[in-house]
């Protein structure tokens, strides 16, 4: 009766991974992206909007691409390590990607968060027009209003390398169920928006280390976890967007030294943007 007849536990774990994945292409890829140059003969940057909640680990992915080149835990983006309910990043700030001393040609732009309520955090306007380029880099967003033509820090002519291709939106993937329906309202916009000028969007999702005990572990069980499976599976349900373009990652965020499985990840992901970006800048279509 009761306990003694427990139901078996269900294994957390898949026998086969649900994603091929080379765990070995770590080299491959780096070099990949160290020699990478735009497609587009006037673009000298592709440029990179990164969007999301407060506290996603927007900043701490990018220092996470940093770091994988760099071959050390870097932090030029500010981490938030309180949790204060607010963002901490506030002003849009770009980070050139860097291997060694060489500059690689992309540029991620870290933002404000978003938050649920209508004029909090950054703004869904506020987020459309850094993705076109019309924020320039320092500017602070304002709590009360999104920033306007006439603010000096309105770029009106933004060159093809100010504008973003791809917009970036990083989730902590054990958040994916819990995720105000007014953040995804807003994310709609953003993305309605931008799917105006076929800008295609690229989901990271973050955290999967807190997300799932066998990946605490072991970050190569990550395509074998069956809850991080059925999270990556409800995000691209709820928010729309295909499986091919939902990342889970690891970031840097307490570790001294980096790790090839975190850097893997972190790469693949960063690979997949850049070519979704790259590729919409060889469409045809207006900028
Ligand atoms: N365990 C774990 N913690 C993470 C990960 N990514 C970020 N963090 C932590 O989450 C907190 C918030 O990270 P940030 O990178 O500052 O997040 P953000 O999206 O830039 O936040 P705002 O600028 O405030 O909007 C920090 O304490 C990070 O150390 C991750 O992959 N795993
Ligand atoms: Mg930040």
């Excluded at 204060?84 to 690689?104: A, D, E, P, V, W």
């Excluded at 968060?113 to 909090?120: N, S, V, Y």
């Excluded at 976890?225 to 599976?233: A, G, L, P, T, Y």
């Amino acid at each position: 009766m009761g306990s003694s007849e427990s139901v078996p536990l269900q294994n957390p774990e898949l026998d086969q991974p649900w994603r091929t994945f080379d765990w070995g292409q770590k080299k491959a890829l780096k070099e990949k992206l160290e020699n990478f140059t735009p497609s587009h003969p006037n673009v000298k940057n592709i440029t990179i909007l990164v969007a999301g909640e407060i506290g996603a680990g927007k900043s701490s992915f990018i220092n996470s691409i940093d770091s994988a080149f760099q071959n050390r835990i870097t932090s030029r983006a500010l981490v938030n390590s309180a949790a204060t309910g607010h963002s901490f990043t506030q002003k849009l700030k770009g980070f050139t990607i860097r291997s060694g001393t060489k500059n690689l040609p992309f540029v991620f732009k870290d933002i404000m968060g978003l938050e649920p309520k209508a004029l909090a955090g950054s703004q869904t306007e506020d987020i459309i027009n850094a993705m076109y380029g019309h924020v320039k880099d320092g500017y602070k967003f304002k709590e009360d209003r999104p920033i306007s033509c006439e603010d000096q820090q309105y770029s009106h002519d933004p060159s093809l390398s100010d504008q973003s291709f791809c917009l970036v939106y990083v989730l902590p993937l054990d958040m994916v169920q819990y995720t105000d329906d007014r953040l995804i309202d807003k994310l709609t916009i953003i993305r309605q928006r931008i799917s105006e000028k076929g800008i295609p969007q690229v989901i990271v999702l973050t955290k999967v280390d807190e997300a799932c005990p066998l990946v605490q572990k072991d970050l190569r069980k990550v395509y074998t976890s069956k809850k991080i499976k059925e999270k990556m599976e409800l995000c691209s349900a709820k928010i729309g967007v295909p499986m091919t373009n939902i990342f889970p990652v690891k970031n840097y965020h307490n570790e001294i030294n980096t790790d090839d499985n975190t850097d893997i990840l972190i790469l693949k992901a960063l690979e997949q943007i850049v070519q979704t970006a790259d590729d919409r800048l060889l469409d045809n279509e207006s900028y």
